[in-house]
């Protein structure tokens, strides 16, 4: 079992920039990729950045303007969202796989005047 929890969320107005966090603990040495979706009312959930043996993987929406990054241990993954957009609005969830996939509760990002 993992456990994640997220933090970091807040309101903050277009043009600014906000550090999201994902606590992990528990069998951490069973994840082989880290994450980051958003999910926005009425939409689904999306991908918006992701770190695995492959290598790293952007949304285009948030190409140039997001950046996803962890510890070499995994215990903390990070995303650093900057030039922030109202699009950008929605609860973003942490996600580490392996032989299972495990989701943090979300943290709500909004991006208003």
């Known amino acids: 079992q993992v456990q994640l929890v997220e933090s970091g969320g807040g309101l903050v107005q277009p043009g600014g920039s906000l550090r999201l966090s994902c606590a992990a603990s528990?069998?951490?040495?069973?994840?082989?990729?880290t994450g980051w979706y958003r999910q926005a009312p009425g939409k689904q959930r999306e991908l918006v950045a992701d770190?695995?043996?492959?290598?790293?993987f952007y949304a285009t929406s948030v190409k140039g303007r997001f950046t996803i990054s962890r510890d070499n241990a995994k215990t903390t993954v990070y995303l650093q969202m900057n030039s922030l957009k109202p699009e950008d609005t929605a609860v973003y969830y942490c996600?580490?796989?392996?032989?299972?996939?495990?989701w943090g509760q979300g943290t709500q990002v909004t991006v208003s005047s």
């Open positions: 528990g069998s951490i040495f069973s994840i082989s990729a």
């Open positions: 996600n580490y796989r392996g032989a299972t996939e495990y």
């Open positions: 770190m695995s043996g492959t290598g790293v």
